[in-house]
């Protein structure tokens, strides 16, 4: 898929307009990808992976368990080895949960924490899971970087946390989250904070572990998720 696609609202009915309506998904995209030794902006941890856009948010930035869910089918049909998601909630979905069992088989699965400076669960602080980053088979990253001096591999403040290790609700590791230059629309560039930034970082390093491993008949998703998550310390 050179493309894109757009499933928003589809009901199995796509668009190949992924168009980005306010810079997220390209800001992304960049950090996993953007082209090397172009003497153009940065460059991405895999800069010669490739990028299948799939549009799942509406404009106001909300998406539904419909559409995530078939943005992940999509991915899985069409050939996705790293299936990178900067979005999640609080509420648990079964419709999102089958398409990523289905998914787990071929891809990486990689997905943010979430930015509310919530631990996964109540222990003993008001806490909640963010989904899909909490679910044991999807790597859920949070964000490193001290706020505001962005130094040091330390919790950035409003990254969400995991407050108890090995019990299935799991945020594997942290990655850098704050003040992340990349690509914008329109040829332009920003430093942006979040999870969502860190979540590429991962799946940038899970494109290259891919390409080191790339019998998925010898090295199945599962054993590259677990070269990333040993690297955590969370």
């Not at 909300?62 to 900067?86: F, K, R």
């Not at 979430?114 to 899909?132: F, H, I, L, R, T």
Request: with cysteine; charged share 15%.
């Amino acid at each position: 898929d050179v493309h894109g696609v757009s499933v928003v609202g589809s009901n199995g009915s796509h668009s190949g307009n992924p168009a980005d309506d306010h810079g997220h998904g390209t800001h992304v995209a960049g950090i996993i990808a953007a082209a090397a030794d172009n003497g153009i902006g940065g460059t991405g941890i895999a800069y010669n992976a490739k990028i299948m856009a799939i549009k799942a948010a509406q404009y106001s930035g909300l998406l539904t368990t419909a559409d995530i869910a078939e943005a992940i089918y999509y991915a899985v049909d069409n050939g996705a080895d790293v299936i990178n998601m900067s979005f999640g909630g609080y509420g648990r979905s079964q419709v999102e949960e089958d398409a990523l069992v289905l998914a787990y088989a071929q891809a990486v699965l990689v997905a943010a924490a979430g930015n509310d400076g919530k631990a996964n669960q109540p222990c003993p602080a008001v806490g909640s899971p963010m989904y899909p980053a909490a679910h044991p088979w999807v790597l859920g990253v949070m964000a490193s970087g001290q706020v505001p001096d962005d130094q040091g591999d330390y919790l950035a403040s409003f990254s969400n946390w995991d407050c108890r290790a090995d019990n299935g609700l799991e945020y594997e590791v942290m990655a850098p989250g704050v003040g992340i230059w990349s690509t914008l629309p329109n040829d332009g560039y920003a430093a942006w904070s979040g999870t969502s930034m860190a979540a590429p970082v991962v799946s940038g390093i899970a494109a290259l572990l891919r390409t080191k491993w790339a019998d998925k008949e010898v090295y199945s998703s599962r054993f590259i998720m677990g070269q990333l998550a040993a690297t955590g310390t969370m």
